[in-house]
């Protein structure tokens, strides 16, 4: 039986009829075509369905979509401003992070919940994070490097 459920999505209130049986990621790509929000491995073990919410990042392939109900959600999507690249996204860009973009969403998501957090996050704990993420591409010191670039271009900010 559908069920309605009410939640905030990058700023805009929503209101969307879900199943039983659907995840987070399944309202956020499918019902609301948010598809930065990569589908990897469905079982919650690579990170690219990363989401912040509540403050907090969430594998949002392990989240049942009735715990959207009264939450606050942020997505890759509600980063930019326009044109204008979260300092999180340049940081990554800028230090040659960016391969495929299969897990940047997911790693930008896990850095933002972090670094909004505690901009003053240590080396370890920047390493502990991404170490909830697989990446294929980049080899992980070209990742690291963009989160404490990114690290520091906040602490201007």
């Known amino acids: 039986m559908p069920e309605k459920i009410n939640f905030t999505v990058n700023g805009v209130p929503r209101t969307v009829e879900i199943e039983g049986w659907e995840r987070v990621i399944d309202v956020l790509r499918e019902k609301l075509d948010l598809t930065g ?16 919410m509540d403050g907090e990042a969430k594998r949002s392939c392990a989240l049942p979509a009735k715990k959207m109900e009264g939450s606050d959600i942020v997505t890759i999507e509600g980063l930019t401003s326009g044109k204008k690249l979260h300092p999180i996204q340049k940081a990554l860009i800028d230090a040659g992070a960016v391969q495929c973009g299969f897990c940047i969403p997911g790693i930008v998501m896990e850095l933002y919940a972090l670094l909004t957090a505690d901009r003053n996050a240590s080396d370890d704990r920047i390493k502990d994070a991404l170490s909830r993420h697989f990446c294929r591409c980049t ?14 271009l906040l602490k201007k900010n």
């Open 139 to 152: 080899g992980y010191e070209a990742i690291f490097e963009g989160a404490k670039l990114a690290r520091e």
């Open 37 to 52: 929000t990569k589908k990897g491995c469905d079982d919650a073990s690579c990170g690219a369905c990363v989401i912040v």
